[in-house]
């Protein structure tokens, strides 16, 4: 059995609008998993659970087996940590900040800093401010990496960026994840994204989890009936998580698609994808 | 902590350039105006007041949360600003001696026990001021503590002159060795619970 990276089990959190409910999912070695949601579904205030920036009220995280509270200082020596586009002052330089790093990582590697350095064509003396918004996050992920880590944690770091610098960001976590020993847990609402390279997705919505599975299991099980607006009440509700109208007839986000297409055989029933998914759940209470 | 302490003084050497700018500007007026207060003051304010201003630039760049994500614990946050205080008031201290002597040299003055008494007593306020306003700003953040910082300089400042007022400065004058005596003790205890109000603070900090 494979042993688990990352482990939620009932994670709680209350604020006065808003709060993270009794969420649970589970991040096996070896994978990447994909927080999707929308803006304030509580993608950040999970992560930051797990890494102890805020304080849970109930539930238990943990990392590599071990309690990330009990074990703060062991763990975070293990996890690499993307939070925004740089989180260093723009006037320092790359050479600076591994300068800063060497001093926190015991495990620092400067060989493979720069080799990364080399590799995403950063200059090492050129202030973080003369770098591109692509270019900083590339930075960042340079700086989470050269410690090699066990567990790369990233909250919305292909957001905002060009297509091109997306894709070499996604290449480079494959690359990462091609170590057994080696797991990765991003958040996004770009889904497009996730779907290319993760293995599993736990999809959030107002602060509760609503489907934490194996993407390929996922996009399997969800698809989209094609009908008539009128023909929406042949459809019995338990089997769809969601639907939307159009001028040209309705969508409904069917729960199993097998069995959708047995049962309904008189309508088309096609793949559904991430976006499709969190889209239709996002109109659930329309309905 | 090393490593925090190294990304602060990385920001400090930036900005040398202001501080030279700055320090020659009051070695300029302490020569103008024969006192060379202005100068040995104006070193240790500026440096001291550095790690106030490092809470600024931690606050642009969204490093203290990145702080929290590493190895390093919320007290070792918290003793790296502390540390960063007391070398940088030292420093200053050291440089407002060397400005201060290069400036009895140049004024064929003597006195360098004077010298080291002025230097001495600015770190002793560089250090009690730091010592009032770093809790503050984990309690209250940059921002705000910034209008908090007139007031705690206005406050010892109001007192004095009344003190003064009321009594011809005659008691002041006697109270002032003796708290310059004390002043080491006095400003040790002031660091160990202002270091301990603060981690007390951080630590419950979301």
Not at chain 1, 214 to 238: R, T, W
Not at chain 1, 280 to 287: D, P
Not at chain 2, 141 to 169: C, D, H, Q, W
Request: net charge positive; glycine share 6%.
């Amino acid at each position: 059995m494979k042993e688990d990276a990352l482990k939620i089990t009932d994670l709680t959190k209350n604020y006065k609008s808003f709060k993270l409910d009794n969420v649970s999912f589970t991040l096996p070695k070896g994978s990447i998993m994909g927080l999707i949601g929308e803006n304030g579904a509580g993608k950040s205030t999970t992560l930051k659970l797990i890494l102890n920036l805020i304080k849970k009220d109930s539930g238990k995280v943990a990392v590599f087996g071990l309690d990330n509270i009990e074990n703060e200082k062991k763990i975070k020596k293990q996890i690499g940590v993307v939070l925004d586009e740089s989180s260093f002052h723009y006037t320092l330089t790359p050479l600076q900040i591994s300068a800063v790093m060497k001093n926190i990582f015991a495990d620092w590697d400067e060989s493979l800093y720069a080799s990364y350095l080399a590799k995403f064509k950063l200059p090492e003396k050129k202030i973080i401010k003369e770098l591109s918004r692509g270019m900083k996050v590339k930075l960042s992920i340079a700086v989470a990496l050269s410690h090699r880590p066990k567990l790369l944690i990233l909250d919305e770091a292909t957001s905002g960026l060009d297509p091109v610098v997306r894709n070499e960001i996604l290449d480079m976590l494959l690359e990462f994840i091609q170590s057994e020993e080696n797991s990765v847990l991003l958040s996004s609402h770009i889904t497009g994204d996730l779907e290319k390279i993760c293995d599993y997705i736990t999809f959030i919505r107002n602060g509760k989890i609503v489907v934490s599975e194996a993407k390929d299991l996922l996009l399997e099980q969800y698809g989209i009936l094609k009908c008539a607006s009128g023909d929406l009440s042949a459809i019995k509700p338990e089997d769809y998580a969601g639907y939307r109208k159009s001028r040209f007839g309705c969508e409904v986000l069917m729960c199993n698609k097998a069995r959708a297409k047995t049962n309904y055989p008189d309508f088309v029933v096609d793949d559904a994808g991430l976006e499709d998914i969190m889209l239709f759940y996002a109109r659930e209470e329309n309905i | 902590m090393k490593g925090l302490l190294l990304k602060d003084f990385f920001l400090f050497i930036k900005n040398i350039k202001f501080y030279v700018f700055a320090l020659g500007f009051f070695f300029v007026l302490s020569f103008l105006y024969n006192d060379s207060g202005f100068i040995s003051g104006m070193v240790v304010l500026y440096f001291t007041l550095f790690a106030v201003s490092s809470f600024s630039y931690d606050d642009l760049a969204g490093f203290d949360i990145y702080a929290r994500s590493l190895p390093v614990t919320r007290k070792e946050i918290v003793a790296s600003k502390y540390l960063l205080g007391l070398i940088l008031s030292f420093s200053g201290g050291v440089l407002s001696i060397v400005f201060g002597l290069i400036f009895n040299v140049l004024k064929g003055k003597s006195g360098i026990l004077k010298q080291l008494l002025v230097s001495y007593t600015v770190i002793c306020i560089g250090l009690f001021f730091l010592c009032l306003i770093l809790p503050l700003i984990y309690k209250f953040g940059t921002e705000k503590s910034r209008y908090l910082m007139f007031i705690i300089f206005l406050i010892p400042t109001l007192l004095f002159v009344g003190l003064s007022k009321m009594n011809a400065g005659h008691s002041l004058a006697e109270i002032l060795p003796l708290l310059l005596k004390l002043s080491p003790a006095i400003l040790v205890v002031f660091l160990v619970l202002s270091f301990l109000a603060s981690c007390n603070i951080y630590e419950r900090k979301e």
